[in-house]
């Protein structure tokens, strides 16, 4: 079902499949998967089967019900562009996207490579956020050219959790960037001056910077809760949104 939102960057999630499985880095310590095995614990019929991948075709309908404009998450405990997902359904997510306008979505794969050959003779409708995730410059920082070839108005990256310095990007047609630590028992550190190159590289090449969190480890080095660490960096909050764009729930 679709929920309201804790994430600092969305307003709701809309989870039409559930599941995943890991790839790269970023995936050690996943978030989603400790969650759905709680909501396993819970009872929860849509994680039954834990953390593998289910399609819930009975949340399709769920934005078309909701009439106030809203910035959905899509996929929060997925990844909309896994292999096992069949371009027949990700067509049926698409097309709900595209019959509410009032809505925008931001859709968030590590599968870059798969997104861009399912926009190979596609069109994204203008509604869908299509990013990427950028942990580290092996695994992370090749997707952001293949997310360049989907036709999409808007394009962000997720440098959650950030795991090493990026050195210099090209955000040639990015958007947005959120950078944010990890959070968790298990968090690697984040330095602030990773996350200050990317801040100062998107001012100058014109991409918006929302910085999301600290996690579980401080600016000072110190390992405390997420809470307490906060989401300052440089001295301040930076919620710069893709222009035109401001949370609405």
């Known amino acids: 079902m679709a929920t309201q939102s804790k994430i600092e960057w969305t307003d709701r999630t809309w989870n039409p499949t559930v599941g995943c ?11 989603a998967l400790g969650m759905a095995e709680r909501l396993k614990a819970m009872g ?9 991948l289910r399609i819930l075709e ?8 909701r009439r106030k404009p809203t910035i959905y998450f899509v996929n929060s405990m997925s ?28 859709i968030l794969t590590k599968r870059a490579e798969r997104m861009a050959r399912f926009f190979e003779g596609r069109t994204a409708p203008p509604n869908a956020w299509l990013g990427v995730s950028v942990e580290n410059r092996k695994h992370g920082v090749p997707r952001i050219d293949f997310l360049r070839r989907v036709p999409a108005s808007i394009r962000f990256l997720s440098c959650e959790p950030l795991l090493e310095d990026l050195g210099d990007i090209d955000l040639t ?19 602030a001056a990773w996350a200050s190159r990317i801040r100062l590289q998107c001012e100058e090449q014109g991409a918006a910077f929302f910085f999301k969190q600290w996690g579980g480890w401080g600016a000072d080095g110190k390992k405390r809760s997420k809470a307490a660490n906060g989401r300052l960096l440089e001295g301040r909050t930076w919620d710069q949104m893709p222009a035109g764009f401001s949370l609405t729930a």
């Open 44 to 52: 929860i019929d849509a994680y039954r089967s834990g953390f593998k």
């Open 173 to 191: 047609n990015i958007h947005w960037v959120i950078v944010g630590g990890e959070s968790g028992p298990k968090a690697r550190p984040m330095d």
């Open 79 to 106: 990844d909309l562009f896994h292999e096992k997902i069949p371009d027949e359904y990700l067509d049926r997510v698409f097309d709900v996207i595209a019959r509410t306008p009032q809505h925008q979505y931001q």
């Open 21 to 31: 499985t890991k790839i790269s880095p970023g995936c050690k310590n996943c978030y």
């Open 58 to 65: 009975e949340r399709l309908a769920e934005p078309l019900e």
